[in-house]
């Protein structure tokens, strides 16, 4: 294994101390939840922006790892061992020189707290200009190296489609803009259930994001989507783990 790279050589450190809010994703279909999402927070509990407003090209990888220590070092402590929930982790794929070495610290803090690998899900967003072939590395390790895997905010981004046709995550997590309004907007419930479609064909699993009313939900149920996560069912939980809404019983009670 690489045992060094430019990131953790040349990188300046991340001096803004910082914590974890975790919001969950829950399989309505089951009522259970599925997994938590963990998202920056100041150490007060201050929105993700007084953070990443401080995250510069010379410090991003030291960002990016300590986030990945902090969210399972905390997941560790909150989760029930007996349970099979899974933790979903943001990654920078501009802060990760080589997979293998960037990958150490990971590994070491998940074994000094015992939380098991195969609970980690790495998910990154589109937002910002990236090396196609780079980030396929990045996946492609992960998974090799048993890791989920998973792409955000899917219809706003600048690849896309063009990196859905070399690789297939385990996941993928349908922006909140084509989810609201879902229920009354038909052009929208016609994008999204095709994109359901194609996604179904490549054996990847749809996670719908930003939900917020009980129609886009009961919209998204009938389209034959299981994994929900928004404010509907919970919103982020500063350092716990917040209980969720039942969806079981609010698509009861809309019916």
């Known amino acids: 294994m690489t045992t060094s790279c430019q990131g953790c050589r040349d990188g300046a450190a991340f001096e803004l101390p ?3 809010a975790f919001q969950p994703i829950v399989d309505i279909a089951t009522g259970k939840i599925f997994a938590h999402e963990a ?26 790892q300590q986030c990945r220590v902090k969210a399972i070092e905390l997941a560790a402590q909150l989760y029930d061992p007996a349970d099979d929930v899974k933790l979903s982790i943001n990654f920078m794929p501009n802060a990760v020189y080589e997979p293998r070495a960037c990958i150490r610290l990971t590994l070491a803090t998940a074994m000094k707290t015992g ?14 200009e990236l090396d196609t072939k780079h980030v396929l590395h990045i996946l492609r390790t992960y998974r090799d190296m048993g890791f989920k895997t998973a792409i955000d905010d899917f219809g706003s981004g600048h690849s896309g489609l063009g990196l859905l046709s070399h690789f297939q995550p385990d996941i993928v997590k349908l922006d909140m803009d084509m989810i609201r309004g879902i229920d009354t907007d038909p052009v929208r419930r016609t994008i999204v259930k095709h994109t359901l479609r194609m996604l179904e064909e490549l054996n990847i699993v749809p996670l719908c994001e930003g939900v917020e009313t009980v129609g886009e939900m009961s919209a998204l149920r009938d389209l ?32």
């Open 115 to 128: 939380f098991p690998l195969d609970r980690i899900i790495f998910e990154f967003t589109e937002n910002e």
């Open 18 to 20: 910082f914590s974890m």
């Open 39 to 64: 998202l920056v927070r100041g150490l007060n509990g201050e929105g993700a922006g007084s953070v990443l407003s401080q995250v510069q090209a010379d410090n991003r990888y030291a960002f990016d």
């Open 224 to 255: 034959g989507v299981s994994l929900i996560q928004g404010y509907l069912l919970a919103k982020p939980s500063f350092e716990h783990l917040a209980i969720p809404a039942s969806a079981k019983a609010m698509l009861a009670a809309a019916a």
